[in-house]
Nanobody, 127 residues
Framework: QVQLVESGGGLVQAGGSLRLSCTAS????????MGWFRQAPGKEREFVAA????????YYADSVKGRFTISRDNAKNTVSLQMNSLKPEDTAVYYC????????????????????WGQGTQVTVSS
């Protein structure tokens, strides 16, 4: 069974930065694509970013492109999301997710493509 644990959320002023981390346990991590999603109150969960199993490919939602950076350290079973120039509209619960298929050749922004999810970490950006 896979376990994903997020950390690094918090309260930050607009224009500030936060770094989220997600640590995986319970199975091989280095051969699975990973993603970050977020859900604001009253809204559907939305895609934020994804990274390939090798770390060689990344994919971002238009709303965060140029401000957020996804990365991974397979030796530490960790995927991170560096968030810069934060805006109040980035306020949400952020979830990391692991895609169940191995050596996935393409990155997905669809939540149904991901089989395992963390419990989420709150990010609040004040104006």
């Amino acid at each position: 069974q896979v376990q994903l644990v997020e950390s690094g959320g918090g309260l930050v002023q607009a224009g500030g930065s936060l770094r989220l981390s997600c640590t995986a346990s319970g199975r091989t991590f280095s051969i699975n694509n990973m993603g970050w999603f977020r859900q604001a109150p009253g809204k559907e969960r939305e895609f934020v970013a994804a990274i390939s199993w090798s770390g060689g490919s990344t994919y971002y939602a238009d709303s965060v492109k140029g401000r957020f950076t996804i990365s991974r350290d397979n030796a530490k079973n960790t995927v991170s999301l560096q968030m810069n120039s934060l805006k109040p509209e980035d306020t949400a619960v952020y979830y990391c997710a692991l895609e169940g298929r191995l050596y996935g050749s393409s990155l997905s922004k669809t939540s149904s493509a991901y089989d395992y999810w963390g419990q989420g970490t709150q990010v609040t950006v004040s104006s």
